[in-house]
């Protein structure tokens, strides 16, 4: 096993061209881990490390450039309580949407593969990275795992609850809104949550992970 020496991007090729598709989002990708995280190295490309991570199974090869790699103590994660995802949350307001990102302050390590191209950054979130960054990486990276993670939504709907779809999760916060990063609205965004209920496709699934919160005892080392 070897560690993430600071947060490190992690993509699904090795052919990295900063290429935009049709809606104006960079695919290759796929997430961020967070420095101190535990790796697989199961095979090197010119530049790069081939990976496998325990918390984020994938059906395509994963790669993260060697710089961004080395030996060192994993860091334990904690779920932070309510508030301070909320915090979290509300601090993200206006950012950017970034495909495959769930680290606001960005990458600037990038800039010594990319010097000067601000794009290679990734500064920014997506829907589902809203929440992975507020909890440290604790929670289910994606929108589809988010569908089993916590419990079903018995009754009303309370802050932090999720309101997932296919490919897309928005949360509940206080006053009667949600708040979400969206591409359609450019970045992370607040709504009016009766009025973002009437207009989002269905099905809906609507997930709560308060108990989690609750519990001390609930922390993640990411191996």
Same mark, same amino acid.
């Given at each position: 096993?070897?560690?993430?020496?600071?947060?490190?991007?992690? *993509?699904?090729?090795?052919?990295?061209?900063?290429?935009?598709?049709?809606?104006?989002?960079?695919?290759?990708?796929? /997430?961020?881990?967070?420095?101190?995280?535990?790796?697989?190295?199961?095979?090197?490309?010119?530049?790069?490390?081939?990976?496998?991570? !325990?918390?984020?199974?994938?059906?395509?090869?994963?790669?993260?450039?060697?710089?961004?790699?080395?030996?060192?103590?994993?860091?334990?994660?904690?779920?932070?309580?309510?508030?301070?995802?909320?915090?979290?949350?509300?601090?993200?307001?206006?950012?950017?949407?970034?495909? #495959? #990102?769930?680290?606001?302050?960005?990458?600037?390590?990038?800039? !010594?593969?990319?010097?000067?191209?601000?794009?290679? /950054?990734?500064?920014?979130?997506?829907?589902?990275? &809203?929440?992975?960054?507020?909890?440290?990486?604790?929670?289910?990276?994606?929108?589809?795992? &988010?569908?089993?993670? #916590?419990?079903?939504?018995?009754?009303?709907?309370?802050?932090?609850?999720?309101?997932?779809?296919?490919?897309?999760?928005? *949360?509940?916060?206080?006053?009667?809104?949600?708040?979400?990063?969206?591409?359609?609205?450019?970045?992370?965004?607040?709504?009016?949550?009766?009025?973002?209920?009437?207009?989002?496709?269905?099905?809906? *699934?609507?997930?709560?992970?308060?108990?989690? &919160?609750?519990?001390?005892?609930?922390?993640?080392? &990411?191996?």
């Amino acid at each position: 096993m070897q560690i993430s020496i600071t947060n490190a991007p992690v *993509f699904h090729t090795t052919n990295l061209e900063y290429k935009e598709d049709e809606q104006g989002l960079f695919r290759p990708l796929e /997430l961020i881990i967070f420095e101190g995280t535990e790796v697989e190295v199961i095979g090197e490309e010119e530049g790069f490390y081939q990976v496998e991570l !325990s918390f984020y199974p994938s059906k395509v090869p994963l790669y993260i450039p060697k710089i961004f790699i080395g030996n060192g103590t994993p860091k334990k994660r904690l779920m932070p309580s309510g508030d301070k995802i909320l915090e979290s949350f509300y601090s993200k307001l206006a950012l950017p949407y970034v495909w #495959g #990102g769930n680290c606001s302050q960005g990458v600037p390590e990038m800039l !010594s593969l990319f010097p000067g191209d601000s794009r290679w /950054l990734f500064r920014g979130l997506d829907c589902s990275g &809203l929440l992975f960054e507020a909890t440290g990486g604790i929670t289910p990276r994606n929108t589809s795992w &988010l569908k089993s993670f #916590g419990e079903p939504v018995v009754g009303d709907l309370e802050p932090l609850d999720m309101i997932i779809y296919e490919g897309h999760v928005l *949360f509940v916060v206080e006053g009667g809104k949600t708040i979400e990063s969206c591409v359609d609205d450019g970045g992370v965004v607040l709504h009016d949550l009766q009025e973002r209920l009437e207009k989002i496709q269905k099905p809906l *699934f609507f997930r709560r992970f308060s108990k989690i &919160l609750r519990s001390s005892s609930f922390s993640k080392s &990411l191996s």
